[in-house]
C-alpha cells in the first residue's frame, strides 16, 4: 500500500517537473516572432510575385486608349464636316436669294 | 465622298472588331508576358504615324515646287493623322514599358526622336492655325524636316545602343504573333485610309466655303 503511495507521489512530482520546465518553451512558441533586425540587404535578381506589378491593367489602358482616340477622332472629323456642310448649304440658299432679286 | 467609302469602312471596322481574337490567340513572349501583347496595337500605329509623316512631307513638297492647293489640302490632313497616331504610340508604348523596363519613359534615341517628330507635326497644326497669310509655305518648310526625321527614327534602334526592340524583332516572328501583328497592320492601314480621306474631304469642303463667301462679298 506504501510502496503505491509513493509510486503515484513519484509519478506525480515527475509530471510536474515536466510541466514547469516545458511551460515557457510552449509559451515561447505560442508567442509571434517578432522581425529581426536587419543587418545587411541581400540582392534578388526577380522580384516576388506578390511584389510584381500587374500587366493586365496597362494592356486594358493601352487598348482602350487607342479605341477611344479613334472613335474620339471619326466623331470629331464627321462632327466638323456636317458643320461646314451645313454653312455651305446655307451659303448656296444665300447667293441664290441674292442672284434672284 | 467615293463609292468605295463606306464598303472600307464596314471593313475596317468588322476586322478591327476581329482583332482582338487573334491578339488573344498569339503565344505569349517569354520574358514579358501578357504586357507584350500591346505590341498588336502599339507597332502598327507607329508605322502609321511615321507612314503620315511621309505623305505629309511628300505632298508639302509638291505644294512648295508645285504650288497645287490639293497637294497642300492632303499634308493638312496628314499632319493631323500624324499627331493622332503619334499620340497612341506615345501613350501605349509608356504603358508597356513601365511592365517591361520598370519605367515610364527612358530619353534614348527611339523614343527622343519618335517624340521630336510628333512635336513637329504638332507644330505644323499650330503654324497653319495661329500663323496667319503665308503659314501654309512656312508649315510645308516644316513638315520636310518631319519627313527627314522618319528614318532616322526606323534606324535608331540599330545603330544606337537602347533597351527598345530592334527591327529585327518582326521578321522572327512565329506564326501566331505574326498573324495577329499583319492583320493589325491591315487593320490600321484601311483606317489610315479612310481617316486621310474624311479629313481631306474636311479641307475641300473648307476651301469651297471660302469660295462661296469671297462670291458673297462680290455681290
Known amino acids: 500500500m506504501r510502496k503505491l503511495v509513493i509510486s503515484s507521489l513519484t509519478r506525480a512530482v515527475i509530471v510536474a517537473v515536466i510541466v514547469i520546465f516545458s511551460l515557457p518553451i510552449a509559451m515561447?512558441?505560442?508567442?509571434?516572432t517578432e522581425p529581426k533586425q536587419q543587418e545587411e540587404f541581400v540582392p534578388i535578381s526577380q522580384l516576388p510575385a506578390q511584389d510584381q506589378l500587374p500587366a493586365a491593367p496597362l494592356l486594358v489602358t493601352a487598348y482602350a486608349f487607342v479605341w477611344v482616340a479613334l472613335f474620339g477622332y471619326v466623331v470629331s472629323v464627321a462632327r466638323r464636316l456636317s458643320q461646314v456642310q451645313r454653312e455651305i448649304e446655307r451659303l448656296d440658299a444665300d447667293i441664290k436669294r441674292g442672284t434672284s432679286s | 465622298m467615293p463609292k468605295w467609302f463606306m464598303p472600307l469602312a464596314v471593313v475596317t471596322a468588322?476586322?478591327?472588331?476581329a482583332s482582338p481574337f487573334f491578339i488573344a490567340n498569339a503565344d505569349y513572349e517569354s520574358t514579358m508576358g501578357l504586357v507584350q501583347k500591346i505590341f498588336y496595337y502599339h507597332l502598327p500605329s507607329a508605322w502609321i504615324f511615321l507612314v503620315s509623316a511621309i505623305v505629309c512631307g511628300i505632298a508639302s513638297a509638291r505644294f512648295l515646287f508645285g504650288g497645287s492647293p490639293r497637294q497642300d489640302r492632303l499634308a493638312y490632313a496628314a499632319a493631323e493623322l500624324t499627331v493622332l497616331f503619334g499620340a497612341i504610340v506615345l501613350v501605349t508604348g509608356p504603358l508597356w514599358a513601365r511592365k517591361a523596363w520598370g519605367v515610364w519613359w527612358q530619353w534614348d534615341v527611339r523614343l527622343t526622336s519618335s517624340l521630336m517628330g510628333w512635336m513637329v507635326a504638332w507644330a505644323y497644326l499650330l503654324i497653319r492655325k495661329y500663323g496667319g497669310p503665308g503659314s501654309d509655305k512656312l508649315a510645308a518648310g516644316l513638315a520636310l524636316f518631319g519627313m527627314a526625321n522618319v528614318p532616322f527614327v526606323?534606324?535608331?534602334v540599330n545603330y544606337w545602343r537602347t533597351i527598345h526592340p530592334a527591327t529585327t524583332v518582326v521578321p522572327t516572328l512565329p506564326v501566331d504573333m505574326g498573324l495577329a501583328l499583319w492583320f493589325s497592320v491591315a487593320c490600321f492601314l484601311l483606317l489610315f485610309v479612310l481617316l486621310l480621306r474624311m479629313r481631306v474631304r474636311l479641307e475641300e469642303q473648307r476651301a469651297r466655303l471660302?469660295?462661296?463667301y469671297l462670291s458673297l462679298d462680290e455681290q
Do not use: G
Open chain 1, 28 to 32: 515561447t512558441a505560442q508567442q509571434p
Open chain 2, 14 to 17: 468588322v476586322m478591327f472588331a
Open chain 2, 210 to 212: 471660302d469660295t462661296l
Open chain 2, 154 to 156: 526606323y534606324v535608331s
